[in-house]
Each structure stands twice: as C-alpha cells, then as structure tokens.
C-alpha cells in the first residue's frame, strides 16, 4: 500500500518531464506505455551514445535532450526497428507521426515508416505511407534542401511511388511524379531508364 501511494505522488521527471510528455503518456493504452518504456530501455543498454540511463525515463532532471517529442519516439522506433520488432516499430512511428510539430519531422517519421513496409514486403502500407509523405513534399522540401547543402537529396517516397505506379499498370501517373519531382531537382537513380520505359 505505502509503495503504490510512493507512486502515485512521486515526482515526475526524466525526459518524459524534459519534453512534457507526461499527460501525454499517462493517457496511453497501458501496452504502449510498457512498450515505450521497454525500448527506451533497451535503447540505453544497446546504444553507447545514448547519453541517459533508464533511470531518466521517468525521474531525475534531464537538460537539453537533444530531441523532440517526435523525434524521441522515433529514435525508439528505430530501437525496435533494429531489433527485428516490425509491429512494435511500426506502432511507435505512428505514436511519432500524432507528435510531430512540422512537416520536416513528419518526412522524416514516413521515411522510416516506407523502409519498415518494404523490409514487410507490404505494397499496400509502402503505397500509403509513401502517398502520405509526398502530400507533404511542397510542405518540407525548402527545409529539406536546407539541411542537405542547398540540394535536394533522393527521396526513398518518390522513387518507390514511381516503381509502384508502373507495377500496377498506371505508366501516365508514373510519369507523371516522375518528371515533376525531377523538375523539383530530386535525384533517382535511374532516371533516363524508367523515363525511356514509361514513354515506350
């Protein structure tokens, strides 16, 4: 009895504290709460330059982070990613996707979402999540090329979407985001290849 009182008005600390995700997290479906716990958790035990224990979970003070409430769950997600944990990744980078703050993090929460479908060999979430963060292009790409030297990088989204557009027969559509991307100045690797396909 004393210990669950202890608990319930203990001090609340740790990163949970530092980002101010603590009513977030007590509004959690106990599962998620437990698996967030867990990889952050593990992500201490595995990672060497993770610069907090386990114990700053949820006690003690955190200063500067170094990350946002997004990219905090995204870097769990990446734990179980890495660990083999598909489904447990899959529902953090969601958790991640309702606590970005800009278009930029959500790109960056996506990507890794389109890398975990295709490790699944799953089209029907690759195409999802790929439509999902090419919705956003216009959205993060000046800050996108900002953080790349002044130049737009490949995108995994648009690559992928053009190979699944040609796959189900939609060679207008792929040609389509084919050229308009390329005119944004995005990279793909074989670009005059597919280009010449699409138009034969």
Do not use: C
Not at 23 to 36: A, F, G, R, S, V
Request: net charge neutral; hydrophobic share 35%.
């Amino acid at each position: 009895m004393i210990g669950k009182v202890f608990r319930i008005f203990r001090e609340k600390g740790g990163i949970l504290k530092a980002l101010d995700l603590w009513d977030w997290y007590e509004k959690l479906p106990i599962e998620d709460q437990k698996l967030i716990k867990y990889y952050f958790s593990l992500k201490t035990i595995k990672d060497m330059r993770f610069p907090l224990k386990a114990k700053h979970f949820d006690t003690g003070e955190v200063q500067n982070p170094g990350y946002t409430k997004a990219t905090f769950l995204g870097t769990l997600a990446q734990t179980a990613l890495l660990d083999g944990k598909y489904e447990d990744a899959e529902r953090l980078y969601l958790r991640a996707l309702e606590l970005a703050q800009s278009s930029y993090e959500r790109h960056l929460i996506l990507n890794d979402l389109v890398m975990l479908s295709q490790k699944l060999k799953d089209f029907e979430k690759m195409e999802r999540y790929a439509t999902m963060d090419l919705e956003l292009f216009e959205e993060y790409k000046e800050e996108l090329k900002e953080r790349n030297g002044g130049k737009l990088p490949q995108i995994n989204s648009y690559e992928l979407m053009v190979y699944i557009l040609e796959r189900k027969g939609q060679k207008e559509k792929a040609y389509q985001l084919l050229e308009r991307l390329h005119w944004e100045g995005v990279p793909h690797p074989f670009y005059e290849e597919i280009k010449k396909r699409l138009q034969g």
